[in-house]
C-alpha cells in the first residue's frame, strides 16, 4: 500500500491507491482553511472507477 501524499492531478492506477489518497486528502484538510471538494470528488471517482472495473469486465 503506498503511504505518499497524493498530488493533485496525478492518475492513480488502481482502487488500493486511490484509497490511499483519499486517506491522505481527509487527514491533512485544514478544518479552518475549508474542504478541498473538487479533489475529494475527482478522488472518489477514481476510486469508484477502479472498484467497479472487474465488475464491468465480468458483465
Same mark, same amino acid.
Given at each position: 500500500?503506498?503511504t ?5 492531478? !496525478?492518475?492513480? $492506477? +488502481? ?9 491522505? @486528502?481527509?487527514? !491533512?484538510a485544514d $478544518? +479552518? ?9 475527482? @478522488? ?16
Amino acid at each position: 500500500m503506498s503511504t505518499s501524499a497524493h498530488v493533485p492531478g !496525478s492518475v492513480l $492506477p +488502481d482502487a488500493e491507491a486511490a484509497n490511499a489518497a483519499i486517506r491522505d @486528502l481527509v487527514d !491533512s484538510a485544514d $478544518p +479552518d482553511g475549508g474542504w478541498p471538494s473538487e479533489e475529494y470528488e475527482r @478522488l472518489l471517482t477514481l476510486w469508484a472507477a477502479a472498484t467497479t472495473a472487474d465488475l464491468d469486465e465480468a458483465a
